[in-house]
């Protein structure tokens, strides 16, 4: 009988020792207070029609010593992403001038450039290896 006694006395012990869990607290914004609109930023409104992407995201992918694809049609400001999914490491290198060049990029890694205008280019490393950028108007 003691023991029970015991055990009911650790029990709420325990459950009175414990602390209480609130809930998060959520904002109202549509009710704000004059005071914090005041410290907040300015909103600005805008209408969606006149958000549009003008950049888009190309992937090339580097396998079996070719990339592809080989040729890709794109954008002023668009970003390339080189993605290396061959068994060595490769590079990426603006062919006549080399204007611009990444670094080795080994197995399973990435480089990326926003594209600013055509250009061909190929691997340093594997020569053979040949691409092309297309910037449209």
Same mark, same amino acid.
């Given at each position: 009988?003691?023991?029970?006694?015991?055990?009911?006395?650790?029990?709420l012990l325990l459950s009175?020792?414990?602390?209480?869990?609130?809930?998060?607290?959520?904002?109202?914004?549509?009710?704000?207070?004059?005071?914090?609109? !005041?410290?907040?930023? =300015?909103?600005? @409104?805008?209408?969606?029609?006149?958000? &549009?992407?003008? %950049?888009?995201?190309?992937?090339?992918?580097?396998?079996?010593?070719?990339?592809?694809?080989?040729?890709?049609?794109?954008?002023?400001?668009?970003?390339?992403?080189?993605?290396?999914?061959?068994?060595?490491?490769?590079?990426?290198?603006?062919?006549?001038?080399?204007?611009?060049? !990444?670094?080795?990029? =080994?197995?399973? @890694?990435?480089?990326?450039?926003?594209? &600013?205008?055509? %250009?061909?280019?190929?691997?340093?490393?594997?020569?053979?290896?040949?691409?092309?950028?297309?910037?449209?108007?």
């Amino acid at each position: 009988m003691k023991s029970i006694i015991y055990l009911v006395f650790v029990f709420l012990l325990l459950s009175g020792c414990s602390p209480k869990k609130e809930k998060p607290q959520v904002e109202d914004y549509g009710s704000m207070q004059e005071e914090k609109a !005041s410290t907040s930023v =300015p909103l600005v @409104k805008v209408e969606a029609e006149s958000l &549009k992407n003008t %950049a888009t995201f190309h992937t090339v992918l580097i396998k079996q010593m070719k990339f592809e694809p080989t040729e890709l049609k794109l954008h002023n400001g668009d970003t390339v992403l080189w993605i290396n999914k061959d068994i060595t490491d490769h590079d990426i290198t603006e062919e006549v001038s080399k204007k611009w060049s !990444s670094s080795k990029i =080994p197995v399973n @890694k990435s480089w990326s450039m926003v594209v &600013k205008e055509s %250009a061909d280019y190929f691997c340093s490393i594997h020569v053979v290896m040949k691409g092309k950028l297309l910037v449209e108007q």
